[in-house]
Nanobody
Framework: VQLVESGGGLVQPGGSLRLSCEASGFTFSTVGMNWYRQVPGQERERVAYISRSGGTTTYADSVKGRFTISRDNAKGTVYLQMNSLKPEDTAVYYC???????WGQGTQVTVSS
């Protein structure tokens, strides 16, 4: 199993980023997927979940209305579109297979002027 995140970077407040997580080594279309984030010294926080088909999504209150999770089962990829970014969104973002301890290496998102 391999999960590889990309798309992080430095962005100004109010800006947008799109994170990607490319999955391999398992049947992607049979699992739900999560995006988490973590700030040093704090617990990892789940920000979004998407079901196997993509028909169900859930979001943390802190990102609802600003972030959108989606997936392309043909490409084995899950995305996190992040709009109206705030400094408090600064964190390392990880993708995770729902219900498992499989994680990617993370991608840093920094929101700063």
């Amino acid at each position: 199993v391999q999960l590889v995140e990309s798309g992080g970077g430095l962005v100004q407040p109010g800006g947008s980023l799109r994170l990607s997580c490319e999955a391999s080594g398992f049947t992607f279309s049979t699992v739900g997927m999560n995006w988490y984030r973590q700030v040093p010294g704090q617990e990892r926080e789940r920000v979004a979940y998407i079901s196997r088909s993509g028909g169900t999504t859930t979001y943390a209150d802190s990102v609802k209305g600003r972030f959108t999770i989606s997936r392309d089962n043909a490409k084995g990829t899950v995305y996190l579109q992040m709009n109206s970014l705030k400094p408090e969104d600064t964190a390392v973002y990880y993708c995770n297979i729902f219900g498992t301890n499989y994680w990617g290496q993370g991608t840093q998102v920094t929101v700063s002027s």
